[in-house]
């Protein structure tokens, strides 16, 4: 009988939670878009990163051994078919070769730009979430609060304490919703750039490595 009750109890603390977030106001309602939003680019971007990220452990060694060979050609069919970041980067490297390296160099760069860009598409509107969803929330507070004391202003001696206290409380609701989603899309956000950053270190690495096969003497 005890157990029955408690569960009675607790659904009743659950459905009292949920209705304080219907009674969050109008405001509850773009809060609510915007955690859909750093959602959807947290996922996407962290699937378009780790496919990004993807590399074939032999794809250096295979291309060394083309370039050695003279086989330019089938480096630039190994690139295509490979179609990642860093490939990308190589073929437009190989595209330029019989140039300074300083030109091939500078090729690579422009090519791991444009890619870096894309692996970052997005991550500014994550970063605005994680910053505007408290202050959104804390705005749904205030104007809830102006509502509780225009209540009781106008209520004079006949205004209920526990009306003004519910009235409070539910203001209050937009606040913490907003601190969830903000600290959450925060916490995505640098997740999400430590990725990024560790990809372009991976880039930058072969880069390097594709430049000293080119000083390397032919086998």
Not at 74 to 96: F, H, Q, V, W, Y
Request: proline fraction near 2%.
């Amino acid at each position: 009988m005890a157990e029955g009750m408690g569960d009675v109890v607790q659904e009743e603390k659950t459905l009292s939670i949920f209705s304080l977030l219907l009674k969050g106001g109008w405001v509850m309602i773009p809060l609510a878009i915007l955690s859909l939003l750093a959602v959807y680019i947290f996922v996407e971007r962290m699937l378009a990163i780790r496919k990004a990220s993807d590399e074939d452990t032999h794809f250096m060694n295979n291309i060394r051994d083309f370039i050695h060979d003279g086989r330019v050609d089938s480096a630039k069919e190994l690139c295509k078919r490979t179609d990642n970041p860093i490939a990308r980067m190589i073929e437009k490297g190989i595209s330029r070769l019989g140039r300074p390296l300083s030109d091939i160099s500078t090729a690579i760069e422009n090519v791991a730009r444009l890619e870096v860009f894309k692996l970052e598409k997005t991550l500014a509107t994550m970063a605005t979430i994680a910053g505007a969803a408290p202050m959104l929330g804390f705005l749904g507070t205030v104007i809830g609060m102006i509502r509780a004391f225009h209540n009781m202003a106008t209520g004079g001696a006949n205004i209920e304490v526990n009306a003004l206290a519910g009235g409070i409380y539910e203001a209050m609701v937009t606040t913490a919703a907003g601190l969830t989603i903000g600290i959450v899309a925060y916490v995505g956000y640098n997740i999400l750039v430590s990725r990024v950053e560790k990809m372009v270190n991976k880039m930058e690495a072969r880069s390097i490595e594709f430049l000293d096969v080119l000083h390397e003497p032919a086998k």
